[in-house]
């Protein structure tokens, strides 16, 4: 029963990413802009650094590339849709930002698309 319920998450998750994807490319790129900020926490142990970076306003539909990668990312934009990527040209999707949410990831994310 425990692998059944693993299955329909995983299920669940993969069509959640796959009906953003399909809006992601639905939605016409427009020149609005998201309003509030979004962010990203950077660390590092050797040396040790840690600091958070800022996107204000961004604008829909246009790529943001990472001084550094993150596995912690806050959205607080009004944005319908923020995708995360764990490239640098928003290409390979690895998640999905609510407005208003602060997220962990599980794998280092280096760009961030808004729609």
Request: aromatic residues 10%; proline residues 5%; neutral net charge.
């Amino acid at each position: 029963m425990r692998g059944m319920l693993m299955k329909r998450k995983i299920i669940t998750g993969v069509s959640a990413l796959v009906s953003a994807l399909a809006l992601l490319i639905a939605v016409p790129n427009s020149a609005q802009a998201a309003e509030g900020t979004f962010g990203y926490y950077y660390y590092d142990n050797n040396p040790k650094t840690e600091d958070w970076y800022i996107i204000e306003n961004p604008e829909n539909g246009q790529c943001y590339t990472f001084e550094h990668p993150s596995r912690t990312v806050s959205n607080g934009t009004n944005a319908l849709v923020v995708f995360v990527f764990s490239d640098k040209n928003c290409v390979v999707p690895i998640g999905i930002v609510a407005a208003n949410v602060i997220t962990p990831l599980l794998l280092d994310a280096k760009s961030v698309k808004f729609v």
